[in-house]
């Protein structure tokens, strides 16, 4: 595995522009690297790395809902049967891909605060929002913007 990082160096000022690859004009940096690069995967984090967001290899960003989908489909093929939290944004890809997985869908209200009470009251395997933030009940319940991608590399 080879890393090719960019915009690494911590610096309080934001030199390269605001930590948030949520809005499309801080997306462009990683999707060049990625191109000029070959690299098969980007990563980019927001400022206090408790979100991930994944490129595709052609540099192209994939949005919240297909991750949640992608890795509730990871967590029901290891645990059938298995209830999946996610918030109000992501209903019309994650319900049918929680049921065609064999999960239980769980809508819960945004926010980490009602995700994390929401997991642990259904014991839900894993829980996900539209903001990239992704909860593991593994992880304590937690969020982590390390293990959304280390599953899907």
Same mark, same amino acid.
């Given at each position: 595995?080879?890393?090719?990082?960019?915009?690494?160096?911590?610096?309080?000022?934001?030199?390269?522009?605001?930590?948030?690859?949520?809005?499309?004009?801080?997306?462009?940096?990683?999707?060049?690297?990625?191109?000029?690069?070959?690299?098969?995967? /980007?990563?980019?984090?927001? $400022?206090?790395?408790?979100?991930? =967001? !994944?490129?595709?290899?052609? %540099?192209?960003? *994939?949005? /919240?809902?297909?991750?949640? $989908?992608?890795?509730?489909?990871? =967590? !029901?093929?290891?645990?059938? %049967?298995?209830? *999946?939290?996610?918030?109000?944004?992501?209903?019309?890809?994650?319900?049918?891909?929680?049921?065609?997985?064999? %999960?239980?869908?769980?809508?819960?209200?945004?926010?980490?605060?009602?995700?994390?009470?929401?997991?642990?009251?259904?014991?839900?395997?894993?829980?996900?929002?539209?903001?990239?933030?992704?909860?593991?009940?593994?992880?304590?319940?937690?969020?982590?913007?390390?293990?959304?991608?280390?599953?899907?590399?």
């Amino acid at each position: 595995v080879e890393f090719i990082k960019i915009h690494n160096t911590p610096d309080g000022t934001f030199p390269n522009g605001i930590p948030n690859p949520l809005l499309p004009e801080c997306r462009d940096d990683t999707r060049k690297a990625v191109i000029e690069h070959g690299a098969d995967m /980007g990563i980019a984090f927001d $400022g206090d790395f408790d979100r991930c =967001f !994944l490129f595709d290899e052609k %540099g192209q960003f *994939i949005e /919240g809902y297909y991750i949640v $989908g992608l890795l509730a489909e990871a =967590f !029901l093929e290891k645990h059938p %049967g298995a209830k *999946i939290i996610h918030d109000p944004r992501l209903t019309w890809n994650t319900e049918a891909v929680v049921a065609a997985a064999g %999960g239980t869908p769980v809508m819960s209200k945004t926010g980490h605060a009602f995700i994390k009470e929401r997991m642990r009251t259904e014991d839900a395997i894993y829980g996900g929002e539209m903001s990239a933030h992704h909860y593991f009940r593994d992880f304590a319940y937690c969020d982590s913007g390390m293990i959304p991608w280390l599953l899907v590399a």
